[in-house]
């Protein structure tokens, strides 16, 4: 059975870092491209980062030079570190396979508010 579980959100100050940890259950992250999303309040959810099976990443502009997906395989975990968080950052943040999502998990909220 298929389950993603975000974790690591919070409440930081804004210019202030994160790192979320996306644990995969029942597939294998590193056979996939796996992406990072998020959603804010009245908006929909949109694409952030993702990280290919060969391990390229590529970013949203939103995100290029603050963020940085990664993988540990032994894991079976993908994680974003998140740098110099803005308000504007504020969401719930996803992991999802990007190549035919799966169920969506809970998600992490990441509030950024000084």
């Known amino acids: 059975q298929v389950q993603l579980v975000e974790s690591g959100g919070g409440l930081v100050q804004p210019g202030g870092s994160l790192r979320l940890s996306c644990e995969a259950f029942g597939f294998i992250v590193s056979h996939n491209t796996m992406g990072w999303y998020r959603q804010s309040p009245g908006k929909q959810r949109e694409w952030v980062a993702l990280i290919t099976g060969g391990s390229t990443t590529k970013y949203a502009d939103s995100a290029k030079g603050r963020f940085t997906i990664s993988r540990d395989n032994a894991k079976n975990t993908v994680y974003l570190q998140m740098n110099s968080l803005k308000p504007e950052d504020t969401a719930v943040y996803y992991c999802?396979?990007?190549?035919?999502?799966?169920?969506w998990g809970q998600g992490t909220q990441v509030t950024v508010s000084s």
């Open positions: 999802n396979r990007v190549d035919g999502n799966y169920n």
